[in-house]
């Protein structure tokens, strides 16, 4: 009996299911707070045709870049693509599929795709080309735009604690997007940095319930600098 | 004499009030940090996850999980609190952020902002910049007045794709301090040494000019 118990033992049987021309959450934002391993294992399987919502798609080499290398990637849903040549290079081509998705608006959508919610009004986008073909309403004497919500066949996300049921705490600004992927994908697969007994986190310090994770493995962990900026003393 | 980047840093920091919470874009914005008065308060909030954002680290500080949303390595003040994407979007969206800075490639005097495409050219994405101007109400805008051959940015229609419609109400550039109102623009302060007619000649949007047009103090 696993019971609540989430963890898997091989990033193999972390993705277990995962087939060409699915759709992937994943959260992170530029490199930090990326699940790394799970990506790498995602090229390791060669799987195609995905699209993936995340707010940045990598660089050359790292995080999510590493999937454009074998044109892996179908549509990529993402609010920023700098820094990323190959990417740049796929999007002009017409190989690969750009959906620019302003950063708030793509973590709503997540958090309603996660929260049941179909569809929601913002403000956001709205008399840009982003709101061009979308149902416009007016409330308050304010235009807003319709959105709908993102759901996933699989989201993979990185948090730093968790105990064996899933439960998470995340550290610093390497939450991000995380939580709310995890939530919005039908299978969500996290990668920590450790993971600890049922019972020792405190209930009152989980930053996300083990009920949103189907999946948790533990990984060791590059977490490249995009940009090293120091102050001397 | 155009604002040099650091005089634009000092105009905007002039913006700030005691008790402030604050977005400040990247570039010419995020440098206003520097110049918060030493008697005043300021809370700096980056959009993907931090309230409360202090200056770059020690070398020794670095710390790759704790970086603001230009990428860079940062650190916290004490009081500052970390969040998701989606809580920090609540507070831009909810109007709970005091000021925004950001900046821009054109501005028109219907308060209009184009700053994150040119088509066919520089596509990288909105980030954050849809949504803080679509939530925010105090939104300083801070550009260069003209393109290096002369062009106005400050246009009676933006000619690039928008970024935010009617929502721009204050814009700063290298030679002026401007509001916008009923689709003009009314020109507030000038760069030290740079005359209204300069100004005028530099803006293609409708303009006005009242009596007095004080020189900005920096």
């Not at chain 1, 796929?90 to 996660?114: D, F, I, W, Y």
């Not at chain 1, 083990?210 to 590059?222: D, H, M, P």
């Not at chain 2, 520089?122 to 980030?127: D, E, H, S």
């Amino acid at each position: 009996m696993a019971g609540f118990d989430k963890v898997v033992t091989s990033y193999t049987e972390a993705l277990e299911g995962l087939e060409d021309n699915m759709t992937i959450i994943a959260g992170g934002f530029g490199l930090c707070g990326i699940p790394e391993n799970l990506i790498a294992e995602i090229k390791r399987r060669g799987t195609r045709g995905l699209t993936i919502a995340s707010n940045n798609a990598g660089v050359d080499g790292k995080g999510l870049g590493i999937l454009l290398e074998d044109q892996q990637i179908k549509k990529m849903i993402a609010s920023y693509v700098g820094e990323n040549a190959l990417f740049e290079a796929q999007m002009m081509s017409g190989e690969l599929e750009v959906e620019l998705t302003p950063q708030g608006t793509l973590a709503e959508k997540m958090r309603a795709g996660g929260a049941g919610i179909p569809a929601f009004f913002t403000a956001t986008g709205y008399g840009t080309p982003v709101g061009e073909g979308k149902e416009v309403r007016e409330f308050n004497g304010r235009h807003y735009i319709l959105e709908e919500a993102l759901v996933g066949d699989f989201s993979i996300a990185k948090a730093w604690k968790a105990d064996r049921y899933g439960n998470l705490m995340f550290r610093k600004t390497a939450r991000n997007f995380n939580p709310m992927a995890i939530t919005a994908g039908k299978i969500a697969v996290v990668e920590v940095e450790e993971i600890v007994e049922v019972g020792q986190l405190d209930p009152d310090e989980i930053h996300l319930p083990g009920i949103y994770v189907n999946r948790l493995i533990q990984g060791t962990f590059e977490k490249t600098i995009e940009q090293r900026t120091v102050r001397s003393a | 004499m155009a604002l040099t980047r650091e005089q634009l840093a000092q105009r905007v920091a002039q913006e700030f009030h005691d008790g402030y919470y604050v977005n400040l874009g990247i570039g010419i914005p995020t440098l206003a940090a520097n110049y918060i008065p030493d008697d005043m308060q300021v809370m700096l909030q980056s959009e993907n996850g931090l309230l409360g954002m202090g200056q770059f680290p020690l070398d020794e500080e670095v710390d790759a999980d704790l970086i603001n949303a230009g990428k860079q390595t940062v650190t916290m003040v004490p009081g500052a609190s970390i969040f998701s994407s989606a809580e920090s979007f609540a507070m831009i969206r909810g109007g709970h952020v005091d000021l925004t800075v950001l900046g821009a490639f054109e501005v028109d005097c219907q308060g209009n902002i184009a700053s994150y495409m040119i088509p066919g050219k520089l596509i990288k994405g909105m980030g954050g910049a849809m949504d803080l101007v679509a939530g925010a109400d105090n939104i300083m805008v801070t550009m260069t007045h003209a393109s290096k051959s002369g062009a106005s940015k400050l246009l009676a229609e933006c000619t690039l794709p928008l970024t935010g419609k009617g929502c721009i109400k204050r814009v700063l550039t290298d030679l002026a301090l401007m509001d916008i109102a009923e689709g003009k623009f009314i020109l507030r302060e000038r760069a030290p040494g740079v005359s209204v007619e300069e100004i005028a000649k530099l803006t293609d949007g409708e303009l006005v000019i009242p009596e007095n047009v004080p020189e900005m103090t920096l």
